[in-house]
């Protein structure tokens, strides 16, 4: 088991910034691909971006590409989503999710799910 705990979201202004954690504990951490979801309400839960376990290859959905970034720190259980530029269609509730597989953005893969952390961008 991997429990998974979102910490960093909040309120920020258009073209803001905000770095979002997932704390991870349980079994080994860096054997496991981290992922990024949002939801937006009304809207279907969107796949943000992905980070192999080694760190090496990172996915970015087209809509954060450029402005947001992924990363792990191994040593310390965690991952970030620095996210940068921020729009308000950004809004949403941020999930990581983590899973030993190749999960990618196929939210469907992911086996371990945080509780979400609300990001609201003001025009």
């Known amino acids: 088991q991997v429990q998974l705990v979102e910490s960093g979201g909040g309120w920020v202004q258009a073209g803001g910034s905000l770095r979002l954690s997932c704390s991870a504990s349980?079994?080994?951490?860096?054997?496991?691909?981290m992922g990024w979801f949002r939801q937006a309400p009304g809207k279907e839960r969107e796949f943000v971006a992905a980070i192999s376990w080694t760190g090496a290859i990172t996915y970015y959905s087209d809509s954060v590409k450029g402005r947001f970034t992924v990363s792990t720190n191994n040593a310390k259980n965690t991952a970030y989503l620095q996210m940068n530029s921020l729009k308000p269609e950004d809004t949403a509730v941020y999930s990581c999710?983590?899973?030993?597989?190749?999960?990618?953005?196929?939210?469907?893969?992911?086996?371990?799910w945080g509780q979400g952390t609300q990001v609201t961008v003001s025009s």
């Open positions: 999710a983590a899973d030993p597989r190749d999960s990618r953005s196929y939210a469907g893969l992911y086996r371990y």
């Open positions: 349980g079994r080994t951490f860096g054997r496991y691909t």
